[in-house]
């Protein structure tokens, strides 16, 4: 692979696909060709890379020969759809949807916290789903240092977790609330600006949503802990870009804040923002367009002596998909991972 990676990433025109289009390019990933992939009705635009406007094409079976490494971004049922071809044509695909993520056979990869499982994979690697990713870059260097026994987080997740289009309806229904008009919601069920309401994803017998359980289903399986317990509330809300989170752990021994922020202030990935004098902790504000995880109010939970809280904020479309999706491609580069160990098994 020294001559460089053929990549075609599928779902281009989407904001996460633009975002890895952007970040191909400011992360000097070794490009040796590109394919833009999208539905039939986005073919024929173009996306600027390197100076270059490149086509966008509808996806075909022909559209993975010759390609090295797919990054999928076009929702679950596509990647589900196209897998068993990509995977033939010899590629390796970075996914980003849920579709295989609780698969036994897929790795689920957050390279800060276990860049080893994707030397295992048989040509599919799950992106772990945003919320998940943030959290675990923040938490896993505390739970590395001393296992978790019970993690409680609390989500603020912004509009762009729905992607582009939710993006610009709350924009479209802030300025409908600011004109006194009533506003109207297509891409979400309720209107979110100046508004919140529990994630929307499908509920199941337990009450908790597809969203909550992606988070503790999928943080088991990064951190190798299938006894971790953990419970999640999630909640959208009236912000354009960067989620947010209130984490609660608890140790099995008391664990001080001062030694928490030595241990984040040099964790990668992370960045810690306190200023305890000014109030100021993170904010999506500025965590937007931001690679790192921002992490502060770290203080003791005065309810639990082993008990520790502390604040996220992270950008969703950033580090919560397109950077984990492009370190991990990083990563395969890296380790000379595109070969794959095992025969594929994907039908």
Not at 118 to 132: D, K, M
Request: proline letters at 6%.
């Amino acid at each position: 692979m020294s001559q460089g990676i053929n990549v075609a990433i599928l779902g281009a025109t989407g904001a996460v696909g633009t975002e890895l289009l952007e970040l191909l390019e400011s992360r000097k990933f070794p490009v040796a060709s590109l394919k833009l992939l999208a539905s039939q009705r986005s073919a024929g635009t173009t996306l600027p890379f390197k100076g270059e406007n490149i086509p966008v094409e509808a996806v075909s079976e022909e559209s993975f020969q010759g390609v090295d490494l797919v990054l999928a971004s076009a929702g679950g049922s596509t990647s589900k759809a196209w897998a068993k071809t990509i995977v033939e044509a010899g590629a390796v695909m970075v996914d980003n949807s849920s579709a295989f993520r609780m698969d036994s056979q897929v790795p689920l990869v957050v390279p800060e916290i276990n860049p080893e499982a994707a030397a295992g994979h048989q040509g599919i690697i799950a992106n772990p789903n945003c919320t998940t990713i943030l959290m675990g870059i923040a938490v896993y260097p505390l739970h590395r240092d001393r296992p978790i026994k019970r993690l409680v987080v609390s989500t603020y997740q912004s509009a762009s977790g729905a992607g582009a289009r939710a993006m610009e309806e709350l924009k479209t229904q802030a300025k409908a609330i600011l004109a006194n008009e009533t506003p109207t919601a297509e891409a979400f069920p309720y209107p979110l600006a100046f508004n919140l309401f529990p994630h929307n994803s499908p509920l199941n017998e337990q009450g908790y949503c597809e969203e909550e359980v992606k988070m503790i289903k999928e943080t088991r399986k990064i951190f190798n802990a299938p006894q971790l317990q953990i419970t999640a509330t999630c909640v959208r809300v009236p912000v354009l870009r960067a989620h947010s989170e209130a984490v609660n752990l608890e140790f099995d021994e008391p664990f001080s804040p001062q030694q928490a922020k030595e241990i984040l202030a040099s964790a990668p990935g992370v960045k810690l923002v306190e200023d305890w004098q000014a109030n100021y902790f993170p904010m999506p504000i500025d965590a937007t367009g931001r690679d790192e995880v921002l992490v502060g109010r770290i203080r003791q939970d005065i309810s639990h002596p082993c008990g520790l809280e502390l604040w996220l904020c992270g950008d969703q479309i950033r580090k919560g998909a397109a950077l984990n999706a492009v370190q991990i491609a990083e990563l395969l580069v890296k380790e000379n991972l595109f070969k794959r160990s095992v025969s594929a098994v994907f039908v």
